[in-house]
């Protein structure tokens, strides 16, 4: 019932779906349903809340229960939100693994954990797969769907066909890979940043500027390989044109950042600057940030339908 759990709960019952949110204690249970409660009152009222359904029909929609047997019971779909440790994972799923039936798909929002070091050894494990969530669920939309090598194919399908119902933008990796796709995508990012800053050739506000204001511009609709086919005349196009720039510049990348030293201080002073790191500061920035993203949510949902 942490962060994670509590958003695809939301976006279980906009999608009109019977929601049942276990976790180990009461308290953490009744804070959750608290929260949900009150996030989805504020989005009805600013007109964002998602789904056909009112608050108040979406929150009939959510219970809570303490014991996972029960929890389970009649269930057709169950996504496990735990810590994202694997020693946790697999306990939880050992326990699924001994009282669940053979219908039901056991999922994991795990964002790293390959699914043949969390599956492997069930009895159940044709049933199991990763659906990999972008934090926060409710507001970004993409889903990674990632199969055990012994998952059956019937698993991911009806795992695709629930995302689709219930509004999320589900992605079908063929095979499992570490960091999955989204992950690797955003390291690569994230690496060729640090090593930018790291030597000295931009600052860290001017180099969040350079996505915010320029790549994450385009990437708010079309991703890099659509952005090529635009560029020119296709991609065959494009590879033709510049394919040799590329390989220059992609040779010119550095090793691995260790992320320590003086380039975290560098980063972490310029960040602090603008986002003092004190929770309330942290958790307005984050509201900030999830107004933001239900804005262009809606921004995308009205262009489609134009």
Not at 27 to 32: D, F, R, S
Not at 125 to 137: A, G, R, Y
Request: net charge neutral; glycine share 6%; aromatic share 6%.
């Amino acid at each position: 019932s942490g962060l994670i759990g509590r958003s695809w709960a939301m976006v279980f019952a906009a999608g009109g779906f019977r929601v049942k949110l276990y976790d180990i204690a009461q308290e953490q249970l009744t804070t959750a349903l608290e929260n949900i409660r009150k996030q989805m009152k504020e989005m009805e009222k600013s007109g964002v809340l998602k789904g056909a359904l009112s608050a108040e029909q979406q929150l009939a929609l959510i219970s809570v229960c303490t014991d996972l047997k029960a929890a389970v019971e009649g269930a057709t779909f169950i996504q496990e939100c735990t810590p994202e440790n694997l020693e946790l994972k697999k306990k939880i799923f050992g326990q699924l693994d001994l009282i669940v039936g053979d219908s039901v798909i056991l999922s994991s929002s795990t964002s790293c954990l390959l699914p043949s070091k969390l599956f492997t050894g069930l009895k159940h494990v044709k049933q199991c797969i990763v659906s990999h969530p972008v934090n926060p669920p409710y507001f970004v939309p993409l889903v990674e769907i990632v199969p055990h090598p012994e998952t059956d194919p019937s698993t991911t399908e009806r795992t695709y066909a629930l995302m689709k119902k219930i509004g999320q933008s589900p992605v079908k990796l063929n095979r499992e890979i570490e960091g999955f796709v989204l992950n690797r995508l955003q390291y690569a990012v994230i690496s060729e940043a640090w090593r930018l800053v790291d030597e000295g050739v931009i600052s860290p506000t001017d180099l969040d500027l350079v996505m915010s204001d320029g790549l994450g511009m385009r990437y708010a609709f079309i991703g890099p390989l659509e952005t090529m086919h635009l560029n020119a005349e296709g991609v065959s196009s494009y590879c033709e044109r510049y394919a040799e720039g590329m390989k220059l510049v992609l040779n010119t990348f550095g090793p691995v950042p260790e992320f320590s030293g003086e380039t975290v201080q560098k980063v972490n002073q310029a960040l602090s600057e603008k986002i003092p790191v004190v929770p309330k500061v942290l958790d307005a920035r984050r509201k900030w940030r999830d107004e933001c993203l239900t804005g262009l949510a809606k921004l995308k949902t009205q262009m489609k339908s134009d």
